[in-house]
């Protein structure tokens, strides 16, 4: 049995144990109301097996909502607000997000600003949201196409992770989780980066410790900078090109949307080249790097013209400060440096070394 994991505030509990806990829960602060949000996935998928692990019958209203990115906005939030205040609920009130980033990270935000704040407690269901979402308490939405602009820090009361979800995703959304663990190794863990170069040996047995291992190194990060004033920036390796990338797929109608992972795989082999150039990231070591990511995401096509309009949605990144955009590079595996600025020439090279 995996041991459930402290952060600050708020506890991540697995497996069979997790709903022991939530029963527990429940029983003792004797909520009100008990919102549940859901996509139209997750009310199909996830819904009917979490009803069966809640030992007393409660009065549950579920909220639907769509999935994807592109509802991950600031209207889906007042609708739920709506729905929330229309249903009755009050500050006695708790919400479960139960689903993807989009469900945790906007039903967060709505838990965190409904009546000032309401109990809310996330189930991710993807392994992205498992591994990412579930630790660090960040919580929003996006304004238009640009990533998470809007939002807050707070801690879910709890956060349940159960891989048994994970059957119901299809492969590429696996693959999508699997580029956040991958930098969980990249900036923190040599030997965890290792284990996961044999991924496709693994069994479900195996992942139940790879996550495990991914959210206690997530935890100890943001533990030790829980408002993203240092430290926490080594989270954001392969975001600065990588959600600039997302934003651009997402805006352009002839490209096909990028799912999160995807963009942040691209991201990364980008970012690790610019670490070639900036902070004399070992050679062999990068194109090992490439290698690893190409072998589990297939090449995307971008172009030299489309990095004018990447670049130009990277000034929107969080880690920027007067005007500079600070990139988040790796000295050698596990080691990152912080705050780092790289020409457009080059920036323009990492693509080239991608594509090639």
């Known amino acids: 049995m995996l041991n459930s994991i402290s952060g600050t505030g708020s506890q991540v509990h ?3 144990k997790a709903y022991k806990k939530l029963n527990q829960l429940l029983e ?3 909520y009100s109301k008990v919102f549940l949000l859901v996509d139209e996935n997750t009310h199909a998928q996830c819904l009917p097996p979490f009803l069966e692990k809640l030992e007393n019958a409660y009065d549950i209203e579920i909220i639907e909502i769509q999935s994807g990115e592109e509802y991950k906005q600031i209207e889906t939030c007042s609708q739920v607000w709506q729905a929330i205040s229309d249903l009755g609920g009050d500050r006695k009130s708790l919400l479960i997000n139960l689903g993807g980033g989009v469900v945790t990270d906007l039903g967060g935000f709505v838990g965190a600003t409904y009546m000032r704040g309401i109990d809310f407690l996330n189930i991710p269901t993807t392994l992205l949201a498992m591994v990412d979402a579930s630790v660090g308490g960040k919580t929003g939405v996006d304004l238009g196409v640009l990533k998470n602009q809007v939002g807050v820090i707070i801690n879910p009361v709890m956060v349940i992770v159960d891989t048994e979800y994970l059957s119901t995703l299809p492969q590429n959304h696996l693959r999508s989780g699997l580029a956040e663990m991958l930098k969980h190794g990249l900036i923190y863990d040599e030997a965890y980066w290792k284990q996961l170069q044999n991924m496709d040996q693994l069994t479900l047995e195996d992942l139940d410790t790879l996550i495990h291992r991914s959210v206690v190194i997530k935890n100890e990060v943001v533990t030790k900078d829980p408002r993203e004033n240092n430290l926490r920036k080594i989270l954001n390796y392969g975001h600065t090109l990588g959600h600039a990338i997302e934003s651009y ?4 109608e002839d490209k ?7 963009a942040i795989a691209i991201g990364m082999i980008m970012e690790t080249y610019l670490s070639a150039q900036l902070t004399k990231f070992p050679e062999d070591k990068l194109n090992a790097i490439k290698a690893t990511f190409l072998h589990y995401f297939d090449k995307v096509k971008i172009n030299t013209d489309d990095m004018e ?6 000034k929107f990144d969080k880690k920027n400060a007067h005007g500079n955009i600070n990139f988040v590079l790796l000295e050698d595996i596990s ?7 790289a020409s457009k020439d080059l920036i323009i090279k990492s693509l080239e070394y991608y594509k090639n």
Do not use: A, R, Y
């Open 14 to 16: 697995f497996g069979d």
């Open 28 to 30: 003792t602060k004797n």
């Open 249 to 252: 797929f997402l805006q352009s």
């Open 256 to 262: 096909t949307t990028l799912l999160h992972g995807e």
């Open 309 to 314: 309009t990447i670049i130009g949605l990277m």
């Open 335 to 341: 080691k990152p440096v912080l705050d780092i600025q």
